[in-house]
């Protein structure tokens, strides 16, 4: 594979409700890749010749058309990649109720300069008479995904895809989530997680057992299994993971089987970027932390830089110093206050103020502090 192009990267997605009563332009939120750069996914419901941006009623004949804007973050600068003439692959998906299997749009390459600079389309994908047919309670969801430009790359994330949490393909492993059971290939997370060098994940799988602790509370769960039932299970090995969300493991074991990281807003990238780092995936943990950088905004800026701040420096080190210098607007915001009132539930929270606080004083500011925190 070629080491020039980006590596693993991010996608993001977006979600129409009441799809056929919908027209316009939809924005998705700012999501970044792993080499740095911001993006807004735009979907646009009208026909070329239309000119029905805002008002469409010609559903019938009204076409989709999505395309990856490139976006300036407010907070920090993007690495100047301009200069680099690397390749790229831009995959769109359409979800209706099961990943890629609805509407895939053919992917396409394009030279990374040029994405960075313009941006990218996929125009007239098809008409909102055939999409309507396809939804799921008329909902539409919309993934783009980054990836090298191999195809052996696109080919091996579909292929292991299929195998993810797929009873069918012979699994192994079942995972124990918040009592919800996740099917697993020893051989697929071994092979991932020895490429990666990562012993905390490989600790996880030396935990397995042959039966399921967390299940074994439930009311007459050793006597209502069948001897049939019995040498079914025999077969797979049990790691209870109790303590994560269901949300954040199935990304992390979805990441590990295709490459590929969806995540849609910053309370879940927060707690990615944690069990990520506690996990010891680090190439993962770059990524979320490159999409936690361009969603960080006055409301959310506190309660991130409490939740990531003791496990990357770098990043600690710039969200300080925007605090205190938007510290009056920051401490305006609910966000602020909520995580005053809760710092003892971010390990290093006391220190992290502290740090803050000096900064402000650096800059002159300590009359600010003079202000009734909440």
């Known amino acids: ?25 939809f924005v998705s939120p700012i999501f970044a890749t792993s080499s740095h750069n911001s993006w807004f996914l735009r979907i646009e419901l009208s026909h070329p010749d239309a000119h029905c941006l805002t008002d469409c009623n010609c559903a ?27 390749r790229c692959r831009i995959s769109i998906f359409f979800q209706t109720d099961d990943f890629e299997r609805d509407l895939v749009v053919v992917s396409q390459v394009i030279e990374v300069s040029k994405l960075q600079k313009f941006g990218f389309s996929f125009k007239e994908i098809c008409s909102r008479k055939e999409l309507s047919s396809r939804l799921c309670k008329d909902t539409l969801i919309t993934k783009v995904i980054f990836g090298p430009e191999d195809p052996e790359w696109l080919h091996k994330s579909k292929r292991l895809g299929y195998l993810y949490d797929n009873e069918s393909t012979a699994p192994d492993i079942i995972f124990c989530v918040q009592g919800k059971h996740i099917y697993a290939h020893s051989s697929v997370l071994k092979d991932v997680v020895s490429l990666q060098t990562n012993h905390e994940f490989q600790e996880i799988l030396r935990r397995g057992a042959d039966h399921c602790q967390s299940c074994e509370g439930q009311k007459g769960y050793n006597n209502v299994m069948t001897n049939s039932k019995q040498s079914h299970e025999r077969r797979f090995l049990y790691v209870d993971i109790p303590i994560l969300e269901i949300l954040t493991f199935e990304t992390i074991l979805y990441f590990l089987y295709t490459g590929i990281v969806c995540i849609n807003n910053v309370s879940d990238i927060l707690d990615l970027c944690t069990w990520a780092n506690e996990f010891g995936l680090d190439e993962l ?53 909520g995580a005053m009132m809760n710092l003892d539930r971010y390990p290093g929270s006391r220190e992290i103020w502290s740090e803050i606080t000096d900064t402000i004083k650096k800059f002159g500011n300590a009359y600010y502090l003079s202000v009734p925190l909440i």
């Open 285 to 337: 943990s770059e990524i979320a932390k490159s999409d936690l950088k361009f969603r960080l905004d006055n409301h959310n800026v506190f309660e991130g830089l409490l939740a990531v701040g003791p496990h990357w420096k770098d990043l600690r080190d710039e969200m300080v110093i925007y605090i205190a210098k938007k510290f009056p607007l920051v401490q305006a915001t609910p966000g602020f206050k």
């Open 1 to 25: 594979m070629n080491h020039n192009i980006p590596p693993v990267q991010i996608g993001s997605y977006i979600t129409i409700y009441d799809f056929s009563e919908q027209s316009g332009i």
């Open 60 to 86: 019938d004949t009204c076409f989709l058309s999505v395309a990856v804007v490139p976006n300036c973050s407010p907070i920090f600068s993007l690495k100047d990649d301009i200069s680099q003439e690397k």
